[in-house]
T-cell receptor, first 116, second 116 residues
Framework: KAGVTQTPRYLIKTRGQQVTLSCSPI?????VSWYQQTPGQGLQFLFE???????NKGNFPGRFSGRQFSNSRSEMNVSTLELGDSALYLC???????????????FGPGTRLTVL | AQSVTQLDSQVPVFEEAPVELRCNYS??????LFWYVQYPNQGLQLLLK??????LVKGINGFEAEFNKSQTSFHLRKPSVHISDTAEYFC??????????????FGTGTRLTIIP
């Protein structure tokens, strides 16, 4: 089974621009979560999507948004980029479909975003 | 809310020596516990997890961890490390509240360096 894939792997943008990152989960997985990893703040939860609906949300400003498609693929968008948005953005998928989070999250390799 | 503390930011260990990476957590609800490893320029790979049952959990690459509810700890151990174990290790918790809450809360990570 193919793992979680993320595209692109590297991205360079300038302040004020917007960016869209893509995540394809493991086949059959219905939940997709996004995390931001920075040296200063570590790994922080952005949001989770399940069946095309945002199910959980972290403490990030509204500039960060996402969506999930019917095939479970997910995109994350950041508008009006700031220097502090430079980070590794990780996507994780899990089979979760029922109440109770007993499924493991499997991570992709991440997208390295640099904002200049 | 949950929080995870990894007291040791860096741990140097000689090759073939044992190692213990410490993890303590705080939560108002029951949690599931995870250890992930991150190699340079890669995403996170699951080492092991505790969901329920036996408090001693065995994972990949010879790692094991023990859940101690009274001490709210989930320390990771390996009896004999190899050069290839050089990486950053993250402890994480997820609420086991049965509401499909798939948010992982991570510790700040422990960088394990193996000395030849």
């Amino acid at each position: 089974k193919a793992g979680v894939t993320q595209t692109p792997r590297y991205l360079i943008k300038t302040r004020g621009q917007q960016v869209t990152l893509s995540c394809s989960p493991i086949s059959g997985h219905r939940s997709v979560s996004w995390y931001q990893q920075t040296p200063g703040q570590g790994l922080q939860f952005l949001f989770e999507y399940f069946s095309e609906t945002q199910r959980n949300k972290g403490n990030f400003p509204g500039r960060f948004s996402g969506r999930q498609f019917s095939n479970s693929r997910s995109e994350m968008n950041v508008s009006t980029l700031e220097l502090g948005d430079s980070a590794l953005y990780l996507c994780a998928s899990s089979p979760s479909g029922t109440s109770g989070a007993t499924d493991t999250q499997y991570f992709g390799p991440g997208t390295r975003l640099t904002v200049l | 809310a949950q929080s995870v503390t990894q007291l040791d930011s860096q741990v140097p260990v000689f090759e073939e020596a044992p190692v213990e990476l410490r993890c303590n957590y705080s939560s108002s609800v029951s949690v599931y516990l995870f250890w992930y490893v991150q190699y340079p320029n890669q995403g996170l790979q699951l080492l092991l997890k505790y969901l329920s049952g036996s408090t001693l959990v065995k994972g990949i690459n010879g790692f094991e961890a023990e859940f101690n509810k009274s001490q709210t700890s989930f320390h990771l151990r390996k009896p004999s490390v190899h050069i290839s174990d050089t990486a950053e290790y993250f402890c994480a918790v997820m609420p086991a509240d049965g509401f499909g809450n798939e948010k992982l809360t991570f510790g700040t990570g422990t960088r394990l360096t193996i000395i030849p």
